[in-house]
Every structure is written in structure tokens, then in C-alpha cells.
């Protein structure tokens, strides 16, 4: 337990470190306002600090910085939630009053925000597939060899895709199949496409085509959704324009973690509900132990649907980011209420 001396100034040491990136020493906060002991005694308590793990000293003669302890001790009892300025609520106020008809879109403008309002990186985790369904298939053909498959689901994704007819099918039964989808697979979760599509429509084409399994494998690759395409990263190159990443091959390797969707995704991936707090080291990724990474996840009706995270230097802005994480989650419910009604 550290005493309410030793809280007050561990938390304006690293109030003014996240402020100036710079080591933080005993006669900066013995001129703050709300500290009012001496500088020998700040330095007897910065050393004590130290030797409990809660600050470094990065130079024999520089001041101090908190150390990864630190900032948790800082999180988990220190921090105060900082008041979202008039113009940021304004932005966010704005973009949740827009009428927008695609969910996808709609995700990736709230990853724009959280960047720009942060000048962090942000990941958001769009929903899980369980949430997502099949609306709606339609096929133009384009000659006797190819066709336009147009395909619609429930959060108003549309994606259009040329397929080539297998050879002996004829575009009266490609017409049959996507009568059958409509039928069959409308409201379906795409998590349970791939399993009702062999078990059932692959079962009922083998009736009337020889050719089912070819028929069966084009649909899987017009219908079955792409995990990759969950994911939406907005402000990466942001981490350039902190001073702890001067060093090239320490924001070559985060910069590169941003194309591995799989790694990225388990990252992000909320272990429980609300929001978490991983500083340096506690992220499970190498490349993330300079870093921290906070995340906040979105739900209707006590379903988790995804994630919005943001990551930054461990000498993040806690306070701010916690607040804008919380405002954001529940208007992003709200938001996507329009299509999980």
C-alpha cells in the first residue's frame, strides 16, 4: 500500500510525463499547485517509489518516469476520467445524428473519430458473425458462362461478385439455386452458413443436378463471410508522430502488426465486458510491450457485438481515452440498433 504522499505524487509525476514525454524531477512537481512538500522530501519519496517499482530512472542524473507498475497502480486507483471538451462532444454528437445505410461504413467513420480525437491508433472490431445475416441474393446473368451475384445482409452490406457458371449448369437452374437460397438461407447467421449449406441446400441439389458439389463450392465462395473484414484501423501512422517511437525498428515492428488481421483480432478481442486497461507488457504481442492498449466493448440487449479499442504509447492519455471509450461504446450500441432490431 502507498501512502496518500506517495499517491499524490506518483500520480503528478505521471500526469506530467504523459504531458511532456519528458523524465519527470523533484522540483517540477513541488511546483504544482497541489503538492505542497519540499523538493527533498518529493525526492525521498520518488526514491522509495523507485525501489518499489513504480518509477524509473532512465538517467543517473535525470528525473524519473513511471515505470509499467506504475502505470498500472495509475489506472487502477489514480486516474480521473477527463471531461470530453464542447467541440469533441459536438463531433460525436454530429456523427451519430447522420443517416447512414451501411453498418461497415458507419464503423470505420467511428474509427476516424476516435483517431482524430485521440491522435492514437484505432482498431474497432466489427460484429460477431453471429449477428450478421443474409438478407437477401440476387443474380444478373451477363452471358451463358457468368453472372452478377449481388448479396445483401441485414446491417446493409451489399457486395456484388462475378462467378462463372460451371460447365452443363444451365442459368434456368443457377435461377433455381438462388430461389432456394432466398428461401432457405434468409435470417441465417453467417456463423451457421457453411454448416447449412452442406447439411441442407447441398442435400436438396444433389436431387435434381449432378454437378451439386460444384454448385455447393460456389456458393460457399459468394456467401461465406471473410473475418478480415471485421476489422477497421484508423490512425496508424499516428505512432510515428510519438517521441518514444523515434526509433525505426521499434515502430517498423507495431507498424507491421497492423497487417497481421488474425493477431490483431485476438488482441482486441474483449475477454470480458466493459472496459480493459493492458499496459506494455501485459499486451501477450512483443511488438505491443511499449505500448498500451485499451478497449471498450459494444452490446444491445446484453449481447456483445465487437470491440473499440486504441492503442498508444504507455504514456497515453488514460483519463481522456477512458472517458471518449465509454461515451463511444454506448452511442455505438445505439447507432447499430438500427440494424439488430
Not at 50 to 59: I, K, N, V
Not at 181 to 207: C, D, Q
Not at 277 to 297: D, F, K, P, Q, Y
Not at 325 to 333: G, I, P, T, Y
Request: glycine residues 6%; aromatic residues 6%; proline residues 3%.
Amino acid at each position: 500500500m502507498l501512502s496518500e504522499r506517495q499517491r499524490l505524487i506518483l500520480s503528478a509525476i505521471v500526469d506530467d510525463y504523459i504531458r511532456s514525454a519528458e523524465p519527470v524531477g523533484s522540483r517540477t512537481i513541488s511546483k504544482r499547485t497541489d503538492v505542497s512538500f519540499s523538493p527533498a522530501t518529493i525526492r525521498n519519496e520518488m526514491s522509495d517509489l523507485e525501489e518499489l517499482g513504480f518509477l524509473e530512472q532512465p538517467h543517473t542524473s535525470a528525473g524519473r518516469i513511471p515505470s509499467n507498475k506504475g502505470y498500472r497502480y495509475y489506472v487502477d486507483h489514480l486516474v480521473k476520467r477527463g471531461n470530453l471538451s464542447r467541440q469533441e462532444l459536438e463531433v460525436i454528437k454530429q456523427f451519430f445524428a447522420e443517416k447512414l445505410d451501411e453498418m461497415e461504413r458507419a464503423i470505420q467513420h467511428v474509427a476516424v473519430i476516435l483517431s482524430s480525437l485521440t491522435n492514437y491508433t484505432s482498431i474497432v472490431l466489427g460484429p460477431e458473425l453471429m449477428g450478421t445475416t443474409l438478407k437477401h441474393v440476387q443474380m444478373i446473368p451477363l452471358n451463358d458462362q457468368s453472372a452478377v451475384v449481388i448479396v445483401v445482409t441485414n446491417t446493409g452490406h451489399v457486395e456484388n461478385k462475378v462467378v462463372m457458371i460451371p460447365d452443363g449448369v444451365s442459368m434456368s437452374e443457377m435461377e433455381r439455386v438462388v430461389n432456394m437460397l432466398n428461401a432457405r438461407m434468409t435470417g441465417v447467421p453467417l456463423l451457421h452458413f457453411k454448416s447449412k449449406l452442406y447439411n441442407e441446400i447441398g442435400a436438396e441439389l444433389s436431387h435434381y443436378s449432378t454437378q451439386y458439389e460444384e454448385l455447393v463450392s460456389l456458393i460457399e465462395g459468394v456467401l461465406l463471410h471473410d473475418e478480415d473484414d471485421r476489422i477497421f484501423i484508423s490512425g496508424a501512422t499516428n505512432m510515428l508522430t510519438q517521441p518514444e517511437f523515434r526509433d525505426v525498428g521499434k515502430v517498423k515492428s507495431i507498424l507491421d502488426l497492423f497487417d497481421e488481421t488474425q493477431t490483431l483480432m485476438r488482441l482486441v478481442s474483449a475477454t470480458s465486458d466493459g472496459i480493459q486497461v493492458r499496459i506494455g507488457t501485459e499486451n501477450t504481442v512483443e511488438a505491443m510491450n511499449t505500448c498500451s492498449l485499451i478497449t471498450a466493448t459494444y452490446s444491445i440487449d446484453g449481447r456483445t457485438l465487437g470491440t473499440i479499442g486504441i492503442m498508444g504509447p504507455t504514456r497515453m492519455e488514460y483519463g481522456k481515452v477512458i472517458s471518449l471509450l465509454d461515451v463511444l461504446s454506448k452511442d455505438m450500441a445505439v447507432l447499430l440498433g438500427r440494424w439488430y432490431k
